[in-house]
Antibody, heavy 117, light 112 residues
Framework: QVTLKESGPVLVKPTETLTLTCTVS?????VSWIRQPPGKALEWLAH???????AYSTSLKSRVTISRDTSKSQVVLTMTNMDPADAGTYYC??????????????WGRGTLVTVSS | DIVMTQTPLSLSVTPGQPASISCKSS???????????LYWYLQKPGQSPQLLIY???SRFSGVPDRFSGSGSGTDFTLKISRVEAEDVGTYYC?????????FGPGTKVDIQ
């Protein structure tokens, strides 16, 4: 069965570093992280390709790192210097890499992150 | 980054009636392979987004045929031929032609 599941802290303090984990099963393809502030639109953050190359959001590339732990079938996102504006639901999603277009056919349920002191 | 806009931002529809959402991109989404990389997602309340339409007009697996997509270049439309109660939620267009992929602001659809 093909699934993605996000995990990580529910609450982080301002200026802290957020670390989220996406545990995948049933595939080894590209995985992206996408976030959604409460009541707002979706924002793509980062992607790790099946060959472990990486791509980052233009506006967040200085704060975001994506990596893979193959032994654990996990994709990890770290975001430094967290701010209340970074609060929201963080999703990991699968990208089918045999097509040139970027799209995400399978999403995790998301994990809600609050940023507060 | 490519800017995606959607109109309207909210829509109230009577069950059984049609609905239409417009999406525009700040640059063409046509690629040299002849394909146009525009996608539609539906996010039902409390759920993750789910893919409805890929490459402008192809329905994803399991998507009912009352959903259809059209358009070219920078102008696109999602149509629901007869809205059902289960179609409520927020619809997002997304461009996958240019990196980073970017989403529209969303169109919230509810039932009258």
């Amino acid at each position: 069965q093909v699934t993605l599941k996000e995990s990580g802290p529910v609450l982080v303090k301002p200026t802290e570093t957020l670390t989220l984990t996406c545990t995948v099963s049933g595939f080894r393809m590209g995985v992206s992280w996408i976030r959604q502030p409460p009541g707002k639109a979706l924002e793509w953050l980062a992607h790790i390709f099946s060959n472990d190359e990486k791509a980052y959001s233009t506006s967040l590339k200085s704060r975001v790192t994506i990596s893979r732990d193959t032994s654990k079938s996990q994709v990890v996102l770290t975001m430094t210097n967290m701010d209340p504006a970074d609060a929201g639901t963080y999703y990991c999603a699968r990208r089918i890499e045999d097509r040139l277009g970027w799209y995400f056919d399978l999403w995790g349920r998301g994990t809600l992150v609050t940023v507060s002191s | 980054d490519i800017v995606m806009t959607q109109t309207p931002l909210s829509l109230s529809v009577t069950p059984g009636q049609p609905a239409s959402i417009s999406c525009k991109s700040s640059q063409s989404l046509l690629y040299s392979d002849g394909l146009t990389y525009l996608y539609w997602y539906l996010q039902k309340p409390g759920q993750s987004p789910q893919l409805l339409i890929y490459e402008v007009s192809s329905r994803f697996s399991g998507v009912p045929d009352r959903f259809s997509g059209s358009g070219s270049g920078t102008d696109f439309t999602l149509k629901i031929s007869r809205v059902e109660a289960e179609d409520v939620g927020t619809y997002y267009c997304m461009q996958g032609r240019h990196i980073p992929p970017t989403f529209g602001p969303g169109t919230k659809v509810d039932i009258q």
